[in-house]
């Protein structure tokens, strides 16, 4: 496989190592991916279900067992957990009125988000070139990974976080596995705005999602998602959307899969913002003439972004899946969140903006009865405590939740008795 830095704007090219953010006319860059001879694809889904039998790390990884479509690295140059090994999971019909619905839990990646699937390709490609360090802006996610990946590559971390509006599970993380954490006096877009500016002045990678490189790790889950289902592309595919990382990988996957003749049929993507960080959902309302920023504020911080990075490119995947973008409001969520712990599987706040965008659409009829639908989970329940318990103690005025605080109750046999006796009785 060819690969080549292109620009989405301009259609410049550059190595694939060049390295690069943006291209000089300040578009954004893909890594486009152009077959040579040598690529047989026909018998390539045989291929990647058969890595799952052997035990290198390569071919154990979610990520590397696709590397045909990721990137050609020698074993050795990777660094892996391996991660990507992330279960499907059916879900009930009473939570979404369809006749097939499933969650694909991302958060089951070795640091608990699907940040690790680009992460192990941005870690050992700067590896690769030969870089110290390392950085990113992250409401969280990004900075526990680029943390774990770094830590295990021997390379030096420094992230930026916004001050406070962090969830702890995260910040837990960073700080454990020793990354240089600097909470920047402003917002995720402001810190945003600072990494560029370093990076551009000195010798650090950069792995924000605007780094194109590892966006084809997440990729991966596109095609891990299609291969569970045994190739049955289904209807709709919902993920939360923030930086637009994702939605950007998403249509990329896509477009290639069909291209190299791996599937036929491409599903929709619905991709689900805050209500009070939505400037995706506000562009796609006046059909993508004008893109503002906003102020962002959600409960779901993971995606507290105003200004998202790959808006152009993210935009491209809308266009070509046929996709909807949808908004839910900070209760939608938590309630919708609810749900999903309460099967036993839970995620952190933004995942849930998934199921609660998946419900308004079906409300709508955008998402028909007889509808196919996959929904994303992108972190683990524990990312984000505070959310979870304040849900559950019913400090977050929300009139329909069912909140399931803890009893206090005295240590005598005969009172733990009584009360074992009514919980029975309730059942
Ligand atoms: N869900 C979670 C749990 C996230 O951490 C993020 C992004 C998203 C959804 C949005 O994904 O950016 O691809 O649209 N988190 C980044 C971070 C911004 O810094 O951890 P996207």
């Known amino acids: 496989m060819k ?25 954004l860059l893909d890594v486009a991916l152009k077959k040579e001879n040598s ?6 889904k045989d291929v990647w279900r058969k890595r799952r039998c052997s035990n290198k790390a390569i071919d154990q990884s979610g990520v590397w067992r696709f590397r045909e479509l990721v990137y050609d690295f020698n074993e050795d140059e990777i660094v892996t957990f391996p991660e990507g090994k992330t ?56 900075s526990a990974s680029l943390a774990a990946y ?53 010798r650090i990678y950069l792995l924000n999602s605007l780094n194109p490189i590892r966006l084809e790790g997440q990729k991966t889950i596109m095609i891990h998602t299609l291969e569970q289902l045994g190739w049955n592309v289904p209807d709709w595919f919902v993920l939360p959307g923030g930086n637009l990382g994702n939605t950007t990988a998403f249509g990329k996957a896509l477009m290639e899969l069909k291209e190299f003749g791996i599937i036929e049929k491409v599903p929709h993507l619905a991709v689900i913002q805050a209500e009070n960080a939505n400037p995706f959902y506000r562009a796609y309302k006046n059909g993508f003439k004008e893109f503002e920023p906003v102020k962002a504020e959600t409960i ?28 839910v409001s900070d209760a939608e969520i938590m309630l919708a969140k609810s749900e999903i712990d309460k099967l036993g599987i839970g995620c952190e706040p933004a995942s849930a903006a998934s199921l609660a965008g998946a419900k308004k659409l079906r409300e709508k009829g955008i998402i ?60």
């Open 87 to 142: 279960n499907l999971y059916k879900i009930p019909s009473a939570l979404l009125d369809v006749d097939s619905a499933f969650v694909k839990h991302e958060g089951e990646n070795p640091t608990g988000s699907f940040k690790d699937r680009g992460m192990t390709i941005g870690i050992s490609f700067a590896k690769k070139l030969g870089y110290k360090m390392v950085i990113c802006a992250s409401t969280g996610n990004t």
């Open 3 to 27: 690969r080549i830095l292109k620009c989405v704007r301009c259609g410049r090219e550059y190595p694939v190592d060049a390295p690069r953010y943006r291209c000089n006319c300040g578009g």
């Open 300 to 327: 779901a911080t993971a995606i507290r972004i105003g200004n998202p990075v790959n808006y152009e490119k993210a935009k491209r995947s809308i266009e070509f899946t046929k996709g909807v973008v949808e908004q």
């Open 368 to 427: 028909k009865k007889g509808d196919s639908v996959v929904m994303l989970l992108t972190g683990n329940l524990l990312k984000d405590p505070g959310a979870t318990t304040d849900f559950n103690l019913g400090k977050l005025n929300i009139p329909e939740a069912m909140p399931n605080a803890p009893e206090k109750i005295g240590n005598s046999p005969e009172e733990i008795e009584k009360r074992i006796k009514e919980i029975l009785g309730e059942r």
């Open 150 to 202: 770094a830590a295990r590559a021997g390379l030096k971390a420094v992230v930026f976080i916004p001050d406070g509006k962090i969830a702890f599970g995260k910040l837990s993380q960073a700080l454990a596995y020793g990354a240089k954490t600097l909470q920047i006096q402003g917002d995720f877009d402001d810190a945003m705005k600072a990494v560029q500016e370093i990076a551009a002045k000195h």
């Open 39 to 44: 690529d047989d694809f026909s018998s390539i």
